[in-house]
């Protein structure tokens, strides 16, 4: 946040333009609260928010957060820190937040803190709406960060941050050409504002696009570029995500050994990060690669155990698609009976979220079938596969 200003004054004549030599000091209103909490009061105040699950009265939340920068800064940060853990937790508490900050008044807040922290807490929001699979709540917080940090002296950074997400959006609904037009602008930004890890973000972005636009040399060279560079000030997490998918990559090419060995890698950086969400996605491809191994046994229970991570994350839309996978491959060992419970537990959700909606056809017949205890596995794999189109 910008303290200081220097306020330009030309007095302009025929002859010569004169340049000030003073500068003033802008004076801003100082803080409501009359004195400074201390760094143990700032964290007590931060966990209790977060620890609650309702208050009864605003005045309660005020007496918790008052209007302290330093006690919603740490909020934030911790909501930050949590977002791949437990983004259902998160998309119940920075809507929390952005609401209490709402019904605030500006004047209450030092410069620009308010519009600050409404950007941050609906930009966290956001974060976790996208990874909970809700994509028009993603846009909407994200158009609320949007309007907010607009409103900050220096927003540049955090609508770079916007900018990524709805790249993402892009990314998931599989328009990938429009994610390579659009990604270096935001790349070069977070290089200018040396943004390190924000930038490697976009790096993997740019990989990602390229896999699954069929690039896949070039998509193989970036992430083995990231995921070796192993910079400190990049999460390394990151890196065991390439690792993740450059193991996929060598498993369509037929390398079986050398992905598991890349997965076996990939796996302590993302349990050093908790990164629940990446293990379970890693899971997922350990049991792709097992299947195409031949080895049904092992690969169901790498599947069996993505589906339960996912669940206990809250991904509805992601289990939904993956317990298709999961009762395809069921079908395939024979176990036709718990394939059926499988595709029972997916089609509500499928249903309830439109999920594929060209896809009605494929999903009715498949109910159908299951109803008559013959799951037909020629629409199971056309379901799967407009699932996988949007997942």
Same mark, same amino acid.
């Given at each position: 946040?910008?303290?200081?200003?220097?306020?330009?004054?030309?007095?302009?004549?025929?002859?010569?333009?004169?340049?000030?030599?003073?500068?003033?000091?802008?004076?801003?209103?100082?803080?409501?609260?009359?004195?400074?909490?201390?760094?143990?009061?700032?964290?007590?105040?931060?966990?209790?928010?977060?620890?609650?699950?309702?208050?009864?009265?605003?005045?309660?939340?005020?007496?918790?957060?008052?209007?302290?920068?330093?006690?919603?800064?740490?909020?934030?940060?911790?909501?930050?820190?949590?977002?791949?853990?437990?983004?259902?937790?998160?998309?119940?508490?920075?809507?929390?937040?952005?609401?209490?900050?709402?019904?605030?008044?500006?004047?209450?807040?030092?410069?620009?803190?308010?519009?600050?922290?409404?950007?941050?807490?609906?930009?966290?929001?956001?974060?976790?709406?996208?990874?909970?699979?809700?994509?028009?709540?993603?846009?909407?917080?994200?158009?609320?960060?949007?309007?907010?940090?607009?409103?900050?002296?220096?927003?540049?950074?955090?609508?770079?941050?916007?900018?990524?997400?709805?790249?993402?959006?892009?990314?998931?609904?599989?328009?990938?050409?429009?994610?390579?037009?659009?990604?270096?602008?935001?790349?070069?930004?977070?290089?200018? /504002?040396? !943004?390190?890890?924000?930038? %490697?973000?976009? +790096?993997? *972005?740019? =990989?990602?696009? $390229?896999? #699954?636009? &069929?690039? @896949?040399?070039?998509?193989?060279?970036?992430?083995?570029?990231?995921?070796?560079?192993?910079?400190?000030?990049?999460?390394?997490?990151?890196?065991?995500?390439?690792?993740?998918?450059?193991?996929?990559?060598?498993?369509?090419?037929?390398?079986?050994?050398?992905?598991?060995?890349?997965?076996?890698?990939?796996?302590?950086?993302?349990?050093?990060?908790?990164?629940?969400?990446?293990?379970?996605?890693?899971?997922?491809?350990?049991?792709?690669?097992?299947?195409?191994?031949?080895?049904?046994?092992?690969?169901?229970?790498?599947?069996?155990?993505?589906?339960?991570?996912?669940?206990? /994350?809250? !991904?509805?839309?992601?289990? %939904?698609?993956? +317990?298709? *996978?999961? =009762?395809?491959? $069921?079908? #395939?060992? &024979?176990? @036709?009976?718990?394939?059926?419970?499988?595709?029972?537990?997916?089609?509500?959700?499928?249903?309830?979220?439109?999920?594929?909606?060209?896809?009605?056809?494929?999903?009715?017949?498949?109910?159908?079938?299951?109803?008559?205890?013959?799951?037909?596995?020629?629409?199971?794999?056309?379901?799967?596969?407009?699932?996988?189109?949007?997942?």
């Amino acid at each position: 946040m910008l303290l200081m200003t220097f306020r330009a004054v030309c007095n302009c004549t025929t002859s010569a333009v004169q340049m000030p030599d003073v500068a003033n000091v802008l004076r801003f209103r100082p803080r409501v609260t009359s004195a400074s909490l201390s760094r143990e009061d700032v964290d007590l105040r931060a966990d209790e928010f977060l620890a609650s699950e309702l208050y009864d009265s605003e005045s309660e939340v005020d007496r918790t957060l008052g209007v302290d920068g330093d006690v919603l800064t740490a909020v934030c940060k911790r909501l930050g820190d949590v977002l791949n853990e437990d983004p259902r937790a998160v998309g119940e508490k920075a809507p929390r937040l952005y609401r209490y900050l709402c019904a605030k008044s500006s004047r209450d807040f030092f410069f620009d803190e308010r519009d600050f922290f409404l950007g941050e807490s609906a930009l966290l929001a956001a974060g976790a709406s996208r990874l909970l699979g809700k994509k028009e709540e993603t846009e909407l917080w994200l158009d609320r960060a949007d309007a907010n940090f607009r409103h900050t002296v220096s927003p540049s950074p955090q609508l770079a941050r916007v900018a990524y997400i709805r790249l993402t959006l892009r990314y998931q609904t599989r328009r990938h050409e429009e994610v390579l037009e659009l990604l270096p602008s935001v790349t070069l930004t977070f290089e200018k /504002l040396g !943004m390190e890890n924000d930038e %490697a973000k976009c +790096r993997f *972005l740019e =990989a990602m696009s $390229l896999k #699954e636009l &069929g690039r @896949v040399e070039e998509s193989s060279t970036k992430l083995e570029r990231l995921a070796f560079s192993r910079r400190e000030r990049v999460d390394q997490s990151l890196y065991g995500m390439a690792l993740v998918n450059l193991g996929d990559l060598r498993s369509e090419k037929g390398c079986f050994d050398s992905a598991l060995a890349a997965y076996k890698e990939a796996m302590p950086l993302l349990q050093a990060a908790n990164r629940h969400y990446a293990l379970a996605d890693l899971k997922v491809m350990v049991g792709g690669t097992l299947r195409k191994m031949g080895q049904l046994t092992q690969a169901l229970g790498a599947y069996r155990d993505a589906v339960q991570d996912h669940v206990n /994350l809250g !991904m509805a839309t992601r289990v %939904a698609y993956l +317990r298709i *996978l999961f =009762a395809e491959v $069921l079908l #395939e060992a &024979g176990k @036709v009976r718990e394939a059926e419970w499988e595709i029972l537990a997916a089609l509500p959700t499928i249903d309830q979220e439109q999920m594929v909606p060209e896809g009605f056809a494929a999903a009715a017949l498949l109910r159908e079938s299951v109803r008559q205890r013959n799951p037909d596995s020629n629409a199971l794999f056309e379901l799967r596969e407009y699932l996988q189109a949007s997942n």
